[in-house]
């Protein structure tokens, strides 16, 4: 089994700066992609950001100019850094694990969410 913990939430004034991190743990053999979802209400979850370990990334196009993730490190974490933040970003974000993407994009495993929400 694997665990995602989530840290780096908060709350963070429109056109401020976050950054959120992400510390998988457990069986680890098998994860190829670590990635950020979101999921705003009445929404599906969405990428937000993906890094396979082999350097391939994949971002929303809501958030490519303003996002950045980081490399899968040796100690199987992903930090996400969120640059001019706007209120439309506000939602809980997820830390994802798995060996391949899965129907829209989703991989396997799950954290429990970090709440980051951008006030106006």
């Known amino acids: 089994q694997v665990q995602l913990v989530e840290s780096g939430g908060g709350l963070v004034q429109t056109g401020g700066s976050l950054r959120v991190s992400c510390a998988a743990s457990?069986?680890?053999?098998?994860?190829?992609?670590m990635g950020w979802y979101r999921q705003a209400p009445g929404n599906e979850r969405e990428l937000v950001a993906a890094?396979?370990?082999?350097?391939?990334?994949k971002y929303a196009d809501s958030v490519k100019d303003r996002f950045t993730i980081s490399p899968i490190s040796d100690e199987f974490t992903v930090d996400l850094q969120m640059n001019n933040l706007k209120p439309e970003d506000t939602s809980v974000y997820y830390c994802a694990a798995g060996p391949t993407y899965r129907q829209n994009d989703a991989l396997d495993y799950w954290g429990k969410g970090t709440l980051v929400t951008v006030s106006s």
């Open positions: 890094v396979t370990r082999a350097g391939d990334i």
């Open positions: 457990g069986r680890l053999f098998f994860v190829a992609i």
